[in-house]
């Protein structure tokens, strides 16, 4: 069991790129969430998938924000245009579906726009 | 609405001492409740979850929990604490008819010292 993958570990750029955090959810499962940790706000859901198709994503912080599930082995999120104030640390999550499962999480990927 | 409470940000222990992590939790339905911990530039992983049964549930690392429905809490416990216990740790809920969402706490943060 490799684990949830997120790639890359950190990603640095400019105010006004577009950013794109990728991710690899556990082979099998069928639930996929996109946090976002910072220290001012804690752990945000952003959004999620089951079988993947997009659940809930009122967490999204606005239109400069997407995420896609084109398939069960993938997921992307972009921001563009970025914005220093999305600066955090963005986590994958992939779990069985049903309340009983646990989330098993990424390392994620620390975002930083200057 | 759900929400989870961690009414600490800090708790401090004593190596070999007994420790306590507070969690309360309000729900519609029925709640799922789990523990997380996390350490420095890693994801999230999972202790432990209550689901229905026993109230006192056991999970990784010796570590276990409480479940008490009167006071709707699902406290933290560790009979002997270690040092490489420190960590952060988080309280999440999901509820019956929530979906998949799972909501977690704002964390508190485990120091253990010699």
């Known amino acids: 069991d490799a684990g949830v993958i997120q790639s890359p570990r950190h990603e640095v750029t400019e105010m006004g790129q577009e950013v794109t955090l990728r991710c690899k959810p556990i082979?099998?499962?069928?639930?996929l969430f996109w946090y976002r940790q910072t220290m001012m706000r804690g752990l945000e859901l952003l959004i999620y998938?089951?079988?993947?198709?997009?659940?809930?994503d009122s967490g999204m912080p606005e239109d400069r924000f997407s995420a896609k599930m084109p398939n069960a082995s993938f997921s992307t999120l972009k921001i563009q245009p970025s914005e220093p104030r999305d600066s955090a640390v963005y986590f994958c999550?992939?779990?069985?579906?049903?309340?009983?499962?646990?989330?098993?999480f990424g390392n994620g990927t620390r975002l930083t726009v200057t | 609405a759900q929400s989870v409470a961690q009414p600490e940000d800090q708790v401090n222990v004593a190596e070999g001492n007994p420790l306590t992590v507070k969690c309360t939790y309000s729900?519609?339905?029925?709640?799922?409740l789990f523990w997380y911990v996390q350490y420095p530039n890693r994801g999230l992983q999972f202790l432990l979850k209550?689901?229905?049964?026993?109230?006192l549930v056991k999970g990784s690392y010796g570590f276990e929990a409480e479940f008490n429905k009167s006071q709707t809490s699902f406290h933290l416990k560790k009979p002997s604490a270690l040092v490489s216990d420190s960590a952060l740790y988080f309280c999440?809920?999901?509820?019956?008819?929530?979906?998949?969402?799972?909501?977690f706490g704002t964390g508190t943060q485990l120091k253990v010292e010699l």
């Open positions: 999550a992939s779990s069985l579906s049903g309340p009983h499962s646990p989330l098993h």
């Open positions: 082979s099998g499962h069928n639930s």
């Open positions: 998938f089951n079988n993947n198709v997009p659940i809930d």
């Open positions: 729900v519609s339905g029925n709640p799922y």
């Open positions: 209550y689901i229905t049964g026993d109230n």
């Open positions: 999440a809920v999901r509820f019956t008819g929530g979906g998949n969402k799972l909501t």
